[in-house]
Protein backbone atom coordinates (compact mmCIF):
# COMPACT_ATOMS: atom_id res chain seq x y z
CA UNK A 1 0.00 0.00 0.00
CA UNK A 2 1.34 3.52 -1.05
CA UNK A 3 1.12 5.33 2.59
CA UNK A 4 2.86 8.21 1.06
CA UNK A 5 0.21 9.67 -0.98
CA UNK A 6 -2.22 10.47 1.90
CA UNK A 7 0.63 10.60 4.43
CA UNK A 8 -1.23 13.80 6.06
CA UNK A 9 -4.85 12.36 6.64
CA UNK A 10 -2.92 9.05 8.05
CA UNK A 11 -0.69 11.17 10.12
CA UNK A 12 -3.92 12.58 11.70
CA UNK A 13 -5.57 9.33 12.14
CA UNK A 14 -2.85 7.98 13.95
CA UNK A 15 -3.20 11.42 16.17
CA UNK A 16 -6.32 10.34 16.82
CA UNK A 17 -5.84 7.01 18.10
CA UNK A 18 -4.05 8.53 21.79
CA UNK A 19 -6.22 11.33 22.06
CA UNK A 20 -8.94 10.86 24.96
CA UNK A 21 -11.37 13.79 23.21
CA UNK A 22 -12.44 11.64 19.99
CA UNK A 23 -14.58 8.41 19.74
CA UNK A 24 -12.85 6.00 17.61
CA UNK A 25 -14.91 2.44 15.92
CA UNK A 26 -12.19 0.30 13.99
CA UNK A 27 -13.81 -2.48 12.29
CA UNK A 28 -11.68 -5.38 11.02
CA UNK A 29 -13.24 -7.45 8.16
CA UNK A 30 -11.49 -10.78 7.83
CA UNK A 31 -11.12 -13.17 4.64
CA UNK A 32 -13.34 -16.45 6.22
CA UNK A 33 -10.92 -18.93 4.68
CA UNK A 34 -8.03 -17.40 5.45
CA UNK A 35 -8.34 -15.27 8.50
CA UNK A 36 -6.68 -12.80 6.75
CA UNK A 37 -7.58 -8.53 7.16
CA UNK A 38 -9.23 -7.70 4.06
CA UNK A 39 -9.95 -4.06 5.26
CA UNK A 40 -10.12 -1.83 8.11
CA UNK A 41 -13.15 0.62 8.43
CA UNK A 42 -11.81 3.32 11.33
CA UNK A 43 -14.44 5.98 11.88
CA UNK A 44 -13.46 8.76 14.20
CA UNK A 45 -15.90 11.25 15.62
CA UNK A 46 -14.71 14.52 16.75
CA UNK A 47 -17.22 16.99 18.96
CA UNK A 48 -16.59 20.40 20.35
CA UNK A 49 -12.96 20.51 19.07
CA UNK A 50 -12.77 23.21 16.08
CA UNK A 51 -8.86 23.32 16.10
CA UNK A 52 -8.96 19.09 15.56
CA UNK A 53 -11.41 19.64 12.54
CA UNK A 54 -9.08 22.58 11.05
CA UNK A 55 -6.50 20.29 11.21
CA UNK A 56 -8.00 17.65 9.22
CA UNK A 57 -9.56 19.97 6.96
CA UNK A 58 -5.72 21.28 6.19
CA UNK A 59 -4.51 17.14 5.60
CA UNK A 60 -7.73 16.88 3.51
CA UNK A 61 -6.08 19.82 1.43
CA UNK A 62 -2.41 19.14 1.53
CA UNK A 63 -3.15 15.53 0.31
CA UNK A 64 -5.95 16.30 -2.61
CA UNK A 65 -3.45 16.67 -5.34
CA UNK A 66 -2.42 12.40 -4.58
CA UNK A 67 -5.97 11.66 -4.46
CA UNK A 68 -7.45 10.35 -7.56
CA UNK A 69 -10.85 10.63 -6.84
CA UNK A 70 -11.73 13.80 -4.91
CA UNK A 71 -15.73 15.04 -3.75
CA UNK A 72 -16.12 18.20 -2.48
CA UNK A 73 -19.05 20.24 -1.35
CA UNK A 74 -19.24 24.15 -0.34
CA UNK A 75 -21.09 24.90 2.98
CA UNK A 76 -21.49 28.21 4.03
CA UNK A 77 -18.78 29.76 1.38
CA UNK A 78 -16.28 27.11 2.24
CA UNK A 79 -15.27 24.25 -0.03
CA UNK A 80 -15.77 20.90 2.27
CA UNK A 81 -14.07 17.44 1.80
CA UNK A 82 -16.72 14.66 1.34
CA UNK A 83 -14.48 12.01 0.29
CA UNK A 84 -11.11 11.19 -1.41
CA UNK A 85 -9.66 7.76 -2.90
CA UNK A 86 -6.14 7.00 -2.52
CA UNK A 87 -4.60 3.65 -3.84
CA UNK A 88 -6.22 1.14 -1.45
CA UNK A 89 -7.69 3.38 1.23
CA UNK A 90 -10.21 6.27 1.08
CA UNK A 91 -11.48 8.71 3.42
CA UNK A 92 -14.69 10.63 4.08
CA UNK A 93 -15.64 13.58 6.15
CA UNK A 94 -18.61 14.96 7.46
CA UNK A 95 -19.15 18.34 9.45
CA UNK A 96 -22.17 18.69 11.79
CA UNK A 97 -21.13 21.78 12.94
CA UNK A 98 -18.46 23.82 14.54
CA UNK A 99 -16.01 21.71 15.79
CA UNK A 100 -17.84 18.64 15.33
CA UNK A 101 -16.78 16.29 12.39
CA UNK A 102 -16.74 12.53 11.70
CA UNK A 103 -13.41 11.03 9.45
CA UNK A 104 -13.99 7.65 8.35
CA UNK A 105 -10.78 5.90 6.87
CA UNK A 106 -11.41 2.34 4.51
CA UNK A 107 -8.21 0.59 4.09
CA UNK A 108 -7.97 -2.28 1.60
CA UNK A 109 -5.22 -4.81 1.71
CA UNK A 110 -1.85 -4.09 -0.04
CA UNK A 111 -1.87 -5.97 -3.05
Not at 1 to 22: D, F, H
Not at 36 to 54: D, G, Q, R, W
Not at 81 to 101: C, E, K, L, R, T
Amino acid sequence: MKIGAQENLAAMVRKCETMESVDMNVVRQKNPQTKKTESVITSITIKSNPALVNEFLNAFQRDENKAYQVIEKKKGGKTIPSFYQFVGVSYSFSMQGDGNATVTEIREPAT
